[in-house]
């Protein structure tokens, strides 16, 4: 009997596979070894502020880290992991995730920063980037709050199990889970085709999942992005990477407390003459709520609802309600939407989006930040594409959008091979 444990209130969810849950006593013990991708900035540092995390949550016992190349030496990972001898191992990502299942040594395994789950990995402890369903769809009732309808498509041999925890989710908040099953990406164009054709634009939303299988960045994608937008259909992902392209939001996680949470599944996982003995599928403490960021660049908390604040009375509260909205000049909407073709004539010649946003300020009175006008200027050119083009909504399978994008973007650094 598998007992599986799953952490509510928070971005990622956690499973055990054991059916009974160790706490290990605190103390002196054996080191910790941590393996992380190479990567270059912005994205080595989730890696160093996970491995910060763990180095936290171990307190005064010791973590030993080893970033790894694209193409790690299998015999030098081993030799130094035995020279090392932890008493447990993390493994963040996948280049390091596979190279310690290649190398096969005893020592017990956690496993991070990956799309993981029990249906995937059955063996290990972990903390998943699976997203919580309950905060996506928590998340949608404040940004949308008259959609009662949600369509998703998923793969079943991968996505089962954050299925499972939707459908009671859903319910819970209102809303109507529309699931339509994909094994491969031919079968999810023909499956996203459909949703596009049925869903209401006035009460439903589509989900993205995070996985690359059935939702190809470069087919699949633009298209369903540029459809919902074309329609009014609010569209949110578990993937932040979904956010530039046209999103209304993503939520990502914590990183700091995801490295405490994965030092106190090593903790567990280790071996210890010490050990407490508690009931299967027991809930530990949580911890802060992720950030999540919308379409125009925004971070904020992740709360379901916020209480009014008892300090304002409450004629004054009714009186905001009452209020008419002012008038003035046009929004940094318009005035983005107004010079657009010579923001992308400007980013031809070279110029970068904080340049743009100087000069915005100066002549035209722009007062947004530089996100926010990265964001305009990429949905502004997504309508502007998706009216020009008749035949966008009639989602050919496999047949890619052609992007007219400018000829420079702002340089994100290396993505990880994770």
Known sequence: MRDVAIERGRYWL?????????????????????????ADAPYRQIFVDIVTGIERG??????????????????????????????????????????????????????????????????????????????????LRQLAPSR???WAVFDPAYDGWPMELARPAAVALGLRL???????????????????EDADPKTDALWLLADTRIIHSETVLPLVIENGWQRRLPVFS?????????????????????????????????????LARSQPGAQFESGRRPGRRTGAGRRRGCAVSAPADRGIPERARAAFGD?????????????????????????????SYDEIRRALAKTVGFT??????????????VERRAAATADV????????????????????????SV
């Open 238 to 274: 578990n993937s932040l990477q979904h956010i530039r392209r046209g999103v209304l939001f993503a939520l990502y996680p914590d990183n700091l407390l995801l490295g405490r949470r994965l030092a106190e599944l090593a903790g567990r996982a280790r071996p210890h003459r010490n």
């Open 178 to 196: 529309e699931l339509r099953e994909a094994g491969d990406l031919r079968a999810s164009v023909r499956e996203f085709r459909r949703i596009l």
């Open 148 to 150: 009662r309808r949600v």
């Open 393 to 416: 909504a009639a989602l050919t399978p496999m047949e890619p959008v052609r992007h007219d994008r400018p000829a420079s973007r702002p340089q994100s650094g290396k993505k990880p």
């Open 58 to 139: 171990m307190g005064t016992e010791p973590v030993h880290a080893r970033e790894l190349s694209d193409v790690p030496d299998a015999a030098a990972v081993r030799h130094w992991l035995e020279g090392q001898s932890p008493s447990a191992a993390i493994t963040l990502g996948r280049v390091a995730t596979e190279i310690y299942e290649k190398i096969g040594l005893p020592f017990p395994q956690v496993v991070g920063a990956l799309d993981v789950s029990p249906q995937t990995r059955p063996n290990v402890a972990g903390v998943s980037l699976a997203v919580d369903p309950s905060l996506l769809f928590a998340t």
């Open 368 to 381: 947004g930040t530089l996100q926010i006008l990265y964001a305009y200027v990429n949905r502004l050119t």
């Open 323 to 351: 209020a008419k909205r002012p008038s003035g000049g046009a929004s940094n909407w318009d005035k983005v939407r107004s010079v657009l073709d010579q923001i992308h004539a400007k980013r031809a010649e070279g110029w």
């Open 14 to 38: 956690s499973w055990w596979d054991d059916g009974l849950v160790f706490v290990v006593a605190r103390g002196a013990g054996a080191a910790i070894a941590a393996l992380y991708p190479q």
